[in-house]
């Protein structure tokens, strides 16, 4: 379960769930809006690196993005998508 209230609380829990976190990904007020499952790749110290089935996906955190997330209980949201976890893959 993810409880971050900060991004690098966040990184933290991130980080042994590469690879194995499945996210659903809800996309607002956009060209392509809709529902998406992503699975996390990678944590870097700005980006998370999600995979979409067919090709790797970057989210940039920058500082002044940093400001603007808003975190809860499973999840993370960032401009207008909203990250949630739905499931934890077996190694």
């Known amino acids: 379960m993810l409880n971050a209230?900060?991004?690098?609380?966040l990184k933290k829990q991130l980080?042994?769930?590469q690879g194995k976190a499945i996210f659903e990904l809800e996309r607002h007020n956009s060209l392509n809006n809709g529902v998406f499952l992503r699975v996390l790749h990678q944590v870097k110290s700005h980006e998370l690196v999600f995979f979409d089935g067919?090709?790797?996906?970057?989210?940039s955190v920058e500082p002044?993005?940093?400001?603007?997330?808003?975190?809860?209980d499973n999840g993370f949201s960032v401009m207008n998508c909203k990250y949630t976890l739905v499931n934890v893959m077996e190694a």
């Open 5 to 9: 209230k900060n991004w690098k609380e």
């Open 15 to 17: 980080k042994p769930l």
């Open 54 to 59: 067919k090709r790797k996906v970057y989210l």
């Open 64 to 72: 002044e993005t940093e400001q603007n997330m808003k975190f809860f």
